[in-house]
């Protein structure tokens, strides 16, 4: 496997609420939007590979997903977080032999990152390098990690991205993308509100009349 396709959605949704991994955007859940932008990101390539990240005792989405070309990963029961999830990963991905040129770590709640994203991304990686995609001046998700730097995110517990990312800086390469939605993650209702609104940049990141299916609380409440 030349690469790797990570898509973490081992979390809670405490902010959310509800499980926003099952919010509706345009009548199917957030998560399989997500996982089909990785997934078409990853046709692009030979050898490329698409796991996503689960809770501990996710079976009956888990079992949902088993209909897509992915691998599912359960995250350990304790302690919950990226970096627990990511550690966890690529020790089985090293368990079962991949050795990937780079993994892109990819966040379940972002499902409007465009898979055109994804592919720059990884035409932009190197073993030696971790490609952060930049618009307007900002960085965001998701975040291409090269082979040398893997053994780093196999000690990660409680600590996140943002420690690799300091640690690593002079490996760090910006990757200029022109997708607002590298920096829309969804962790609250308001976030989702917002999301299916016309953004500074005149980005409509899902249609106006997109209904949830999950009670999600209106802005106003």
Known sequence: MEYSIVVLAAGYSHRFGTDKRLASIHGEPMILRTLQAA?????????AGVQVVLRARDTVLGNGLKKLPVQVIHAPVWPVSIGTSLAHVVEQLQRS???PKAVLVCLGDMPFVEPETLTRLMQAAEEDRICVPVCAGT?????????KYLSALS?????????????FADAVIDVEV???????????????HAAMRPDLFGKIFAS??????????????
């Open 39 to 47: 997934l078409d990101a990853a046709d692009k390539f030979d050898d």
């Open 97 to 99: 032999g991949a050795n």
């Open 139 to 147: 960085r965001g998700y998701p975040i291409a990690i090269g082979r």
């Open 155 to 167: 000690r990660l517990r409680n600590t996140g991205m943002e420690k690799v990312l300091r640690i």
């Open 178 to 192: 022109a997708d607002p939605a590298i920096n829309c993650d969804i962790n609250r209702p308001d976030d989702f």
């Open 208 to 221: 106006p009349d997109t209904v949830p299916d999950a009670p999600i609380p209106s802005p106003s409440e």
